[in-house]
């Protein structure tokens, strides 16, 4: 079965601080996609980054970079030089490669970044 | 593209009324999906459609709900008749196998059943 643990229901940091949000996955797939996507205040659902599991290599996306370690089953999300406009809620999510494609997703990170 | 679009984005209904959610998925997208959220429950998947077929339907909560896709633009998810536990934001989404699995979601619409 699938499962998406995020372990952190809520972080707060000072503005300008480093912050990584920890997201741990479970399947029986060989193959699958990983994802995060940000929720805002303002409710909508945002695409940040999708990541196939053969794929490890770390990406940066401006003050964004994940970290996929397939050993550990683990795919976490670093923000550099927090802002205000990154508070939020994060969700890690899983999916399978092939046939339905339905989402898994992790309980949620809250993230408060204090000015 | 306008990406998902859902109406209505408010809906605030008395107990016993019935509800109707609407989607129009991005064009040339063939999965649509239907989540809710809660503050309790997260993000559960309630249903989704392959080119306007339901595939899986298991996350529906009971008889009550009901979603149709007539056609490739359009989908609805129907509540009948509505109960306070029903309150959530309903979001719908969309994705292609070209896409990699990545789905865009609508704005969600946030459901009051008083």
């Known amino acids: 079965a699938q499962k998406v643990t995020q372990a952190q229901t809520e972080i707060s940091v000072v503005e300008k601080e480093d912050v990584t949000l920890d997201c741990v996955y479970e399947t029986r797939d060989t193959t699958y996609y990983l994802f995060w996507y940000k929720q805002p205040p303002s409710g909508e659902l945002v695409f940040l980054i999708r990541r196939n599991s053969f794929d490890e290599q770390n990406e940066i996306s401006g003050r964004y970079s994940w970290n996929f370690q397939k050993s550990t089953s683990s795919f976490n999300f670093t923000i550099t030089a927090s802002q205000v406009v990154d508070s939020a809620v994060y969700f890690c999510a899983l999916s399978e490669v092939t046939g339905a494609n339905n989402l898994f997703f992790g309980t949620g990170t809250r993230l408060t970044v204090i000015p | 593209d306008a990406g998902v679009i859902q109406s209505p984005r408010h809906e605030v209904t008395e107990m016993g009324q019935e509800v109707t959610l609407r989607c129009k998925p991005i064009?040339?997208?063939?999965?649509l999906f239907w989540y809710r959220q809660t503050m309790m429950r997260g993000l559960e998947l309630l249903i989704y459609f392959n080119n306007n077929v339901p595939i899986d339907d298991s996350g529906m909560p009971e008889d009550r709900f009901s979603a149709k896709m007539p056609n490739a633009s359009f989908s609805t998810l129907k509540i009948q008749p509505s109960e306070p536990r029903d309150s959530a934001v309903y979001f719908c989404?969309?994705?292609?196998?070209?896409?990699?699995?990545?789905?865009?979601f609508g704005p969600g619409t946030r459901l009051t059943v008083l």
């Open positions: 064009s040339g997208h063939d999965y």
């Open positions: 989404a969309s994705s292609s196998p070209e896409r990699g699995n990545e789905q865009f």
